[in-house]
């Protein structure tokens, strides 16, 4: 379904369709109100809280920007044992404990710390800073795409993200380069097995494929390039017992490698012992020659965050001018990210609420913006990676399994054409996503007598004035929503479910007041009630899906 459509799905037929943004990348000059603020705090972050919108309403939008781009907290502490029961014991990691120092080759080991890092993982993003940080951990994620079960050994997987992590704000050209050499990496496409007798080219094509060039009619690079970068790239190795990466030079091609006329005929000079190592920095910078690189890159961005069609209108306003902007930073990102969230393109009417939620946007984003209380991971580290866990359940079941996109291309939602993100909606998992907030907003989940929940008269106690259910609905759209609903619906929805049927607005006001000057248990379960149907119906229609 096109966004569109998605949009009108339950909108009367005659409901104008937006037009196609026609702005650039000239610097946005407009309001910054609260509805800006969400726009940039919905696709920079997970979910866009009260407090973040109120703490970044009192900042401009260069201040803004610029503290989203440049996250000042330290990074998040590592993942524990949370493991340790009667049947599994780490001998070397007490429970409670990390155990990203303690590598093993234990396959049962390994499994559970593999899970305990996707716990982990999950409890990072709801407690994420007040920065993009996480959200280009993810992108990097998905653009170098690796599986956990594939690399099999949860050091190399938790290293290889904490490399993502690290760098996601940092120089692409040196991201990629650490990415080469990483030991998750180079289990994962077998470059730990790739020898000057025995080329693997499973890395070289997908540094080529997917990671710098791309697949656009403009990438004419062969067949044999592909074989010349294994060559370039043979020797690196994984130590089993340190589990760190070296180069052998005695596993290395130390021949010249002749590349194509898509890149202009560079020889690769071959270089014997430790400098064999240094031909992966001449492959790469070769690579980083094309433009190609950059607008590949930039195009991903701009389906990441701003919407999954760029048609030639878009190209040559949005891609190719970001693409410079890449190429001159010597492929530095803050400019490129600086840019695109400043730009006038960034905010157009077109743009707001045309992107479908990704599974984490969902459900990452529900828990935040309604306050969801969650146990100290410190104080209480089983409960909390046991709540986490169950988190994580629900972005799989709506098909996004963090740490184990389906294959090196990422998930399909961000490069499948002509669907896109649309992936992200079908009858098996817009249910499933139902189902989740129906369970947040009603029962909950329980563990050991502790419950995580969205405690609606909490949530609504933070807005400016509840008391008014006119203006309660508005505030809390203006948390959750980026699609407006109409004044007729908004006076439905008062009146059905605030108002109980009845016409008077006093008769939500009087039930509030009463609850506040008397919050007794009766008092509180009729404005409870009330809200929890509030809530229920507010995320059960199709715009909540959207972002």
Partial sequence: MDRREFLTARKPSGRATPPSPTSGLTPYAGAWTRTEVQQILKRTMFGSTKNDIDYFSNLSLNSTVNELVNSSAALPAPPVNDYSNATIIDPAVSAGQTWINAPTNDGTLNSVRMASFKKWWTGVLLNQDRSIREKMTLFWANHFGTETNDIGNAHYVYHHHDLLRRNALGNYKQLVRAVTTDAGMLRYLNGYLNTATAPDENYGRELQELFTQGKEASVKYTEDDVKKAARVLTGWRINGTTFSTFFDPSKHDSTPKSFSAYYNNVVIMGRSGANGAMETDD????????????????????????????????????????????????????????????????????????????????????????????????????????????????????????????????????????????????????????????????????????????????????????????????????????????????????????????????????????????????????????????????????EYQLA
């Fill in 283 to 542: 492959l790469i910078s070769m690579l980083l020659e094309k433009e190609e690189v950059s607008k590949h890159v930039c195009r991903k961005l701009y389906r990441w965050f701003i919407y999954y069609k760029i048609g030639p209108d878009v190209e040559s306003a949005i891609i190719e001018p970001l693409a410079a902007i890449f190429r001159n930073s010597n492929y530095d990102i803050r400019p490129v990210l600086k840019a695109l969230l400043q730009s006038e393109h960034f905010f157009d009417a077109a743009n707001r609420g045309c992107f479908i939620k990704s599974p984490a946007d969902l459900v990452i984003g529900t828990l935040r913006e309604c306050r969801v209380v969650f146990p100290n991971s410190t104080t209480d580290y089983a409960d909390a990676y046991g709540m986490w866990n169950y988190i994580f359940s629900w972005m799989v079941t709506m098909n996004q399994n963090l740490g184990d996109p389906p294959n090196v291309s990422g998930w399909p939602a961000y490069y499948q054409a002509p669907q896109f993100h649309e992936y992200w909606i079908n009858s098996d998992t817009l249910p499933k996503r139902n189902k989740f907030t129906d369970i947040m907003v009603l029962n909950g989940y329980t563990r050991n007598g502790k419950k995580i929940i969205i405690d609606t008269v909490a949530l609504v106690a933070t807005l400016p004035n509840p008391a008014d259910p006119n203006a309660l609905i508005d505030d809390l759209l203006g948390i959750l929503y980026r699609v407006p609903l109409s004044s007729t619906a908004r006076q439905t929805i008062k009146q059905q479910i605030l108002l109980t049927n009845q016409v008077a607005d006093h008769y939500w006001t009087d039930a509030w007041n009463t609850y506040v000057a008397s919050p007794n248990q009766n008092n509180f379960a009729i404005v409870n009630t009330r809200l929890k149907s509030l809530l229920q119906y507010l995320m059960n229609l199709a």
